[in-house]
């Protein structure tokens, strides 16, 4: 029998389940609405019969040996989504419990934020294979971070660290989606470029840009690319800068934790030398000697169509490593 | 017999050594020079028999069961101090395997720089007994940190992480002592604040500072703090404006750590509210709404003028803890 774990990664809109095994390879995936109004208790017992039909269709003798759950204000101490803003449940729901009731002979039930997630999915399938000391970025609509240090993910004192997206780079700065002035997100995560593109029209009054003729809401990250791939000189100037931020902050998690490597996920990561030459030049750039040189800056080996559940279901492999 | 460890605090003038118990009382104390040329052969072999001295001179029937050491660049993994800009050794110095020739008997001998010794110490002796996750930093001529992840102190992939120092805090904002530019030690340190005073009488023209007569040469923190407390505005706002720098700076250790409590060590934490405050103040306005209100700003409760060599006898104790 082979020993596979369900990794199920909650979002605003959609549940993305899939079953996996101990190299990643997804053996079935599928999906369910994440409720948007009503408590938990039915969206959980639906997800569970969809997990169960899921095993039952996989043309593999199996065994499930763990359930792993990225979530938004997931809570790893006590397997619980907290508040979660995008969320429709209220207050805070025992996920991990009531999952439990569901899947009696099942131990290894856990529940991160998806961040975290990722970076265990990288650590139990991907890049990070073998190394004690990492971190990884996911730049996306937001920018999620998950940390490890001796093996193991930080989880703080609460079970919610790792939130660098959420550091501050600029006193005073840009309006961050959680109220906050000047965070890492608000200038590296895909509206961040944006703002940065908007910025630079203004700044050079470039009409002739290739961005001049979208509106706020219309551009998005892939048409900056195109734009740095044709030439266009604001284009290339949105990653420079985008680069410039974030190689700022990267270079404080550095200085906390002196990792071997930092991840990048998502679809920003896509431009590949665009983003990550600036990234690397202006982190060392901030670096103390000790540092210069050693830290590597790489792209996740996730791979992104199914980096959510598999980072998930990385999450309850780790949970039966003890 | 009582068991004792030998904690010795190597600073670029002067070491400081003290045989010290398990509660951190220290039985005896004292001082040699540190080379200021020369290789270390020579220092060690006195180092040794200075301590060997101080061990026969405690009036109690003593064990010592491990000998501790703060060094600045100082490698735990590897017990070298390497490339020290303040002291007179070149290269990578062994200096736990050349200690451990001079005693052969003791296993536990272990090296770390003096702020990572300082959060062992405050979690062996002081005020983080029984926290599994806080961060310690040091203010005085730089600033230095110790962090604590799962009840272990953070040394990274190469021993040296815990420079929370030498993070960002203003892009392209004061030089600092390494090189950088902006980086929290040229806000929060002794002389950070002394800048931060000189902007201040620059800015308003304050000829009726108490802090107006002072050259540059002249002012400390120290000279600060009493104009702070005969209520100088100037004065009162160096510490209003340190506590913002600083707490910005620890808001982004939350955000990565999410630790219990952060500890505050040394000249400047003696000013009490007048820095505490602020610090707390500040610090809660960067914060993401699930850590508010959560993380303890607390001063150390290590004895200032023992916490060097008390806080490198506890890197002995928590060898001996495995």
Redesign the interface.
């Known amino acids: 029998m082979k020993k596979v774990t369900v990794g199920v990664d909650i979002g605003g809109t959609n549940t993305a389940i899939g079953i996996v095994d101990v190299d990643g390879n997804v053996l079935e995936k599928g999906n369910i609405l994440t409720p948007d109004h009503g408590d938990a208790g039915k969206y959980i017992s639906d997800l569970a019969s969809s997990i169960k039909e899921m095993i039952n269709s996989v043309n593999e003798d199996i065994e499930v040996v763990g359930i792993g759950i990225g979530a938004p204000?997931g809570n790893y101490y006590n397997g619980t989504i907290?508040?979660a803003p995008n969320l429709s449940f209220e207050g805070v729901v025992p996920f991990v419990d009531m999952l439990k009731k569901e899947f009696p002979g099942i131990d290894a039930i856990a529940l991160t934020n998806d961040a975290n997630a990722a970076a265990i999915g990288e650590m139990i399938y991907g890049g990070a294979k073998g190394?004690?000391?990492?971190a990884m970025f996911t730049l996306g609509t937001g920018v999620g971070s998950g940390?490890v240090?001796?093996g193991?993910l930080?989880?703080?004192?609460?079970?919610?660290?790792?939130?660098?997206g959420?550091?501050?780079?600029?006193?005073n700065g840009r309006l961050c989606g959680?109220g906050?002035l000047g965070h890492l997100e608000a200038y590296c995560s895909a509206p961040g470029m944006k703002r940065t593109a908007f910025e630079l029209l203004a700044k050079y009054n470039a009409t002739d840009s290739m961005l001049a003729d979208k509106s706020f809401n219309e551009l998005d990250s892939k048409m900056i690319y195109d734009a740095a791939v044709a030439g266009d000189k604001v284009a290339l100037e949105v990653f420079e800068l985008t680069g410039m931020y974030l190689g700022?902050g990267l270079?404080?998690?550095v200085?906390?934790?002196?990792?071997?490597a930092i991840f990048l996920f998502g679809g920003p990561t896509a431009a590949g030398d665009l983003i990550f030459k600036p990234v690397r030049e202006h982190m060392e750039k901030?670096l103390?000697?000790?540092?210069k040189g050693?830290v590597k800056i790489l792209p996740s080996e996730l791979d992104a169509g199914n980096a959510a559940i598999v980072g998930s279901s990385a999450l309850a492999w780790k949970e039966l490593e003890g």
Do not use: I, R, W
Request: proline residues 7%.
């Open positions: 204000n907290e508040h190394m004690k000391n990492f940390l240090v001796n193991d930080v989880y703080g004192s609460d079970g919610f660290a790792g939130e660098c959420h550091t501050t780079l600029v006193p959680c906050g700022q270079a404080d998690t200085h906390h934790l002196s990792p071997e901030h103390l000697p000790v540092f050693k």
